[in-house]
């Protein structure tokens, strides 16, 4: 009697399958059954304190508004003076930092530690801790500055427009620097030391080497770093909601605040999620131009296309 075959389960060539299964109805109804959902929405009328109106189906009028909506353009560019000021902050103090550690030959280990500090906060709790540092009243800053004689009054400093946004590239800033030390400290790691010898041997200086040298071999690592940075700052919400809610009179508010207070604050989420798939828009931008500089840069240094 022949051998009766195995059930479909059993068959070795579908054991990969059955042990990704799980992985992949994770990802189905955690990511794709709301993406699906909320792309549905975007099209209708929904409001959630009205649930009937999910089925109201109103075609494009949600993203025709938004082309015509003042607030929403100016959110957006906002965001994108946001993004452009904090990734070149972050690069600039990153690469300053990466490159004195790695000078450093004694207790470089724990300066990594410590310079891991910042990433490691919620930024709801950084959001609150700049709140109370830059406070017109009790502000640690404000008072500072009073005490040293450098200030006659309380400097309002999440009141003013300028300085409210200034804070809030301060605390971003502040708290994400480290996503660039490490990852530039990782590509200073690796670089290899023999076209630094030879740069000296050549008779090159100091800047010399970091300019045609350690900066071009350091670039996919920046990069990568902005590509992940870019994605970070683009959905920016947390900071910006607990230092100022988006005030004063708007004047902070970035792409996410203004689609949060569009869904939750004003009830319009059908609307708030035809925000949402156009700011998506920003984030694939700023990726793909990083991607091909990424590749340029690997390029240049003869790495693979």
């Given at each position: 009697m022949a051998n009766k075959r195995p059930p479909f389960w059993q068959r070795e060539k579908y054991t990969p399958y059955l042990l990704l299964l799980p992985a992949?109805?994770?990802?189905l109804f955690v990511v794709l059954l709301p993406?699906?959902?909320?792309?549905?929405?975007s099209f209708t009328g929904y409001r959630l304190i009205r649930p009937e109106t999910l089925w109201q189906w109103v075609g494009l009028r949600n993203y025709q508004r938004i082309?015509?909506?003042?607030?929403?353009?100016?959110?957006?560019?906002?965001?994108?003076?946001?993004?452009?000021?904090?990734l070149n902050l972050e690069f600039l103090l990153g690469l300053g930092i990466a490159l004195l550690i790695n000078k450093i030959t004694w207790g470089q280990r724990t300066l990594r530690t410590i310079m891991m500090f910042p990433m490691m906060f919620s930024p709801i709790l950084v959001g609150y801790q700049f709140k109370f540092v830059f406070n017109d009243n009790i502000g640690i800053l404000n008072n500072?500055?009073?005490a040293l004689g450098l200030s006659d009054g309380a400097i309002p400093w999440l009141v003013d427009e300028f300085l409210a946004n200034f804070a809030i590239i301060f605390a971003e800033v502040w708290m994400s620097t480290s996503v660039f030390a490490i990852l530039l400290l990782a590509g200073l790691f690796a670089m290899p030391r023999d076209p630094l010898e030879a740069a000296k041997v050549d008779g090159c200086n100091s800047w010399q080497v970091f300019r045609h040298i350690t900066l071009p071999f350091l670039m996919p690592f920046v990069f990568i770093a902005m590509t992940i940075r870019s994605l970070d700052v683009a959905r920016a919400y947390d900071i910006v909601d607990v230092m100022t809610g988006g005030g004063p009179a708007g004047r902070t508010e970035l792409l996410w605040t203004l689609i949060a207070r569009t869904g939750?604050?004003?009830?319009?989420?059908?609307?708030a999620?035809?925000?949402a798939y156009v700011s998506i828009l920003l984030s694939i931008a700023f990726t793909y131009y990083f991607f091909t500089k990424l590749l340029a840069a690997r390029k240049y240094m003869g790495g693979a296309e």
């Open positions: 992949i109805l994770t990802i993406l699906i959902f909320s792309l549905y929405t082309f015509n909506d003042g607030d929403f353009w100016v959110a957006f560019g906002r965001t994108i003076l946001f993004l452009t000021i904090a500072a500055l009073q939750y604050d004003n009830a319009r989420m059908g609307q999620n035809a925000m």
